[in-house]
């Protein structure tokens, strides 16, 4: 067969199209191109990250019940799909707070990103933006919260709440001054789980150095030089800045972990004493039961995550995505419903919003994305899910994400 010009470039167009497909986009850098998707990530970074810091991403509590009962809960539904529908102009913009987003996914808090990947809290919010899509800052993050608000502005802010009244007050007070306009409220860790996969991989809170660790490092030199060598003659030190009013304790320093203990008193009386003060939007974070998500609800919450905090905290807890309906149904036309825990497809995404989440958030992805390719590695990542959802809706027979329901899916015993 004769090739036309005409012919030529629409093959090129094809070809083109299929590269951008399976994640081989144009200027990607070497390490990134045999990236096609998000667990491809997680095997980068295994190699790339010291064993210890891999292994506080990686790890869950226990024996990984949770963990992998959150992945396992998406195969339990099925997607039913409609066909000959123009779906040529799809769009997955989503509306939360008055607020347009580019998707309806958006990256979780994660702790101490910036020794994984260079001023990772700051990269992760600032590629957040670029996509248009919510980040969420973690209160246990090593850059101030400040310097995040001002490069990325509608970054979420995300606190473990301090054991006393004072310093909750003061904590509060400071996002605020911030500049930050959604506080997210975890309140999943009464008292730290127990994470067996830290001791086995040598990770520790504080970091206690060793020849272990120096091993760890020097074996990954990529890692020891861009990102912490690099910090520490930058930066300094990393400090946990963002517990407090002030400044909190260095990584090495024993008071790193007391200043993460004493919650086990916390209860509803300080949400709703938060809620009198924080004048902005308030999430509350960790809900996995019904009649929590009424509580949060009835204290005025304008948003909850549903989530197990990605299987880290009490392994066994039920999956994000089982309880989800029924949180919907109980408090979903009184509060945003949101969900984490387990999220690796646009598939899932897809699933987690026809049961009724307006929004879903990924960390273990995205820090890794951080880590291995940074900016350049978080934008794929994006595109990666972003493309996914796109390709998924056009499947399904679907132009918008609000066409996402229920009706879209049968569950697997059917």
Request: aromatic share 6%; with cysteine; glycine share 10%.
């Amino acid at each position: 067969m004769t090739t036309t010009p005409s012919t030529a470039a629409h093959q090129s167009d094809v070809s083109m199209a299929g590269q951008a497909a399976y994640g081989q986009r144009a200027g990607l850098p070497r390490r990134l191109q045999r990236i096609l998707s998000l667990d491809d990530f997680e095997a980068a970074a295994r190699r790339h990250l010291p064993r210890p810091l891999f292994g506080y991403i990686a790890g869950a509590a226990e024996d990984n019940c949770s963990l992998n009962g959150n992945r396992h809960s998406f195969s339990r539904h099925r997607f039913q799909t409609r066909v000959m529908v123009d779906v040529s102009h799809r769009s997955q913009q989503t509306t939360l707070f008055g607020q347009t987003w580019g998707s309806p996914f958006g990256i979780a808090p994660v702790g101490i990103s910036a020794i994984s990947a260079y001023r990772g809290d700051l990269v992760l919010a600032q590629a957040a933006a670029r996509a248009r899509i919510p980040a969420i800052m973690s209160g246990t993050s090593l850059i101030p919260m400040e310097a995040v608000a001002q490069a990325a502005p509608d970054t979420w802010f995300q606190a473990y709440l301090p054991g006393d009244e004072r310093r909750i007050d003061g904590l509060i007070d400071r996002v605020q001054a911030a500049g930050f306009g959604t506080l997210v409220i975890t309140v999943d860790i009464p008292v730290w789980a127990n994470r067996e996969n830290n001791v086995r991989t040598g990770f520790s809170m504080p970091l206690r150095p060793s020849l272990r660790l120096a091993w760890d490092g020097i074996v990954r030199p990529r890692w020891l030089a861009g990102t912490f060598l690099r910090t520490l003659a930058l930066h300094g030190m990393p400090h946990f800045e963002n517990s407090f009013a002030t400044r909190g304790a260095p990584m090495l320093s024993n008071a790193a972990i007391r200043d993460t203990t004493g919650r086990d008193h916390l209860n509803w009386q300080h949400i709703a004493r938060i809620r009198q003060r924080w004048p902005g939007n308030l999430v509350i974070k960790g809900i996995l039961s019904p009649a929590d998500a009424v509580m949060a609800a009835d204290i005025g919450a304008d948003g909850i995550v549903v989530s197990n905090h990605g299987g880290r905290q009490l392994d066994g807890a039920v999956s994000p995505l089982s309880v989800l309906p029924r949180i919907v149904d109980q408090a979903g036309h009184r509060t945003v419903v949101m969900m984490d825990s387990g999220i690796r497809r646009g598939s899932d995404v897809l699933k987690a919003v026809a049961l009724g989440a307006r929004m879903v958030f990924l960390g273990r992805p995205f820090m890794y994305a951080a880590a291995v390719g940074g900016p350049q590695g978080i934008d794929h990542a994006i595109a990666l899910l972003h493309d996914e959802v796109d390709r998924n809706m056009a499947m399904l027979g679907v132009c918008n994400i609000g066409d996402v329901t229920t009706q879209c899916l049968v569950p697997e015993d059917e």
